[in-house]
């Protein structure tokens, strides 16, 4: 059997364990996100590069998190830079259009029901994500396939993935509850618990969606056998 499959484990207990263990080095992930957030094309990038870091940590790899973090910024930067940014984009597009349904639907039941799809479709994208930037960081495939293959997750992994949306929703909300207190927190613990629960979540939906192809080489660094979709 695959080392990784050995060591690696899924659920609630192991996630605990791994925060709970790993918890400056999520902490120094956030940091380091969000400086290089400042650069704002590197936003996609920096996500994946943050993902990258987690995998090892879940894949019970040795690991520098500098080194590994940067290493990966760099290397996925232009891959990610379309197919991320389009996630985002679109993201944001249908939670702003939701928002303006919602104030336009008084007495337009049409409209509403609008604004529910708009808020049904961001969570999509935003689910698509959750598997984008490990996919990017971890196989070799095109943008356009890992994009195919991070909606397909997205429904395939449903009820998992509403478990990281909720938990993403409450961090958001609690953040914009306490503003402006909370803008000092953000820079530190904000986007890296997120992203860690979410890439526990989809290096687990990639291990059981895929194939093994040991003719194909990975983009992580380790003689892993590469990840692919099931089409």
Same mark, same amino acid.
Not at 22 to 42: C, E, P, R, W, Y
Not at 98 to 115: H, K, Q, T
Not at 201 to 225: F, S, W
């Given at each position: 059997?695959?080392?990784?499959?050995?060591?690696?484990?899924?659920?609630?207990?192991?996630?605990?364990?791994?925060?709970?263990?790993?918890?400056?080095?999520?902490?120094?992930?956030?940091?380091?996100?969000?400086?290089?957030?400042?650069?704002?094309?590197?936003?996609?990038?920096?996500?994946?590069?943050?993902? #990258?870091?987690?995998?090892?940590?879940?894949?019970?790899?040795?690991?520098?998190?500098?080194?590994?973090?940067?290493?990966?910024?760099?290397?996925?930067?232009?891959?990610?830079? #379309?197919?991320?940014?389009?996630?985002?984009?679109?993201? /944001?597009?249908?939670? $702003? /259009?939701?928002?303006?349904?919602?104030?336009?639907?008084?007495?337009?039941?049409?409209? /509403?029901? #609008?604004?529910?799809?708009?808020?049904?479709?961001?969570?999509?994208?935003?689910?698509?994500?959750?598997?984008?930037?490990?996919?990017?960081?971890?196989?070799?495939?095109?943008?356009?396939?890992?994009?195919?293959?991070?909606?397909?997750?997205?429904?395939?992994?449903?009820?998992?993935?509403?478990?990281?949306?909720?938990?993403?929703?409450?961090?958001?909300?609690?953040?914009?509850?306490?503003?402006?207190?909370?803008?000092?927190?953000?820079?530190?613990?904000? $986007?890296?618990?997120?992203?860690?629960?979410?890439?526990?979540?989809?290096?687990?939906?990639?291990?059981?969606?895929?194939?093994?192809?040991?003719?194909?080489?990975?983009?992580?660094?380790?003689?892993?056998?590469?990840?692919?979709?099931?089409?």
């Amino acid at each position: 059997m695959d080392d990784d499959l050995q060591t690696y484990r899924f659920g609630p207990k192991p996630f605990i364990s791994a925060f709970i263990h790993h918890f400056s080095d999520i902490v120094a992930v956030n940091l380091l996100m969000s400086l290089t957030f400042l650069t704002i094309v590197g936003i996609p990038s920096a996500f994946v590069a943050g993902a #990258a870091v987690f995998l090892r940590i879940f894949r019970n790899e040795p690991y520098s998190l500098r080194r590994d973090y940067f290493t990966a910024f760099k290397r996925e930067f232009r891959r990610s830079l #379309a197919v991320g940014f389009a996630v985002l984009i679109l993201g /944001a597009a249908s939670i $702003f /259009a939701a928002s303006l349904y919602y104030r336009m639907s008084v007495g337009n039941p049409l409209l /509403a029901i #609008a604004a529910i799809l708009c808020i049904a479709l961001a969570f999509v994208w935003l689910a698509s994500s959750f598997y984008l930037w490990p996919m990017l960081a971890i196989v070799d495939l095109s943008p356009g396939v890992i994009f195919r293959n991070s909606l397909q997750l997205a429904f395939l992994a449903a009820p998992r993935n509403l478990i990281v949306l909720f938990s993403a929703l409450i961090v958001g909300f609690i953040y914009g509850w306490k503003l402006p207190l909370s803008l000092i927190v953000i820079p530190l613990f904000s $986007f890296g618990p997120v992203l860690f629960l979410s890439t526990h979540v989809a290096y687990d939906g990639l291990r059981r969606y895929v194939i093994r192809n040991a003719g194909n080489i990975p983009r992580d660094g380790t003689e892993d056998e590469n990840f692919y979709l099931r089409h």
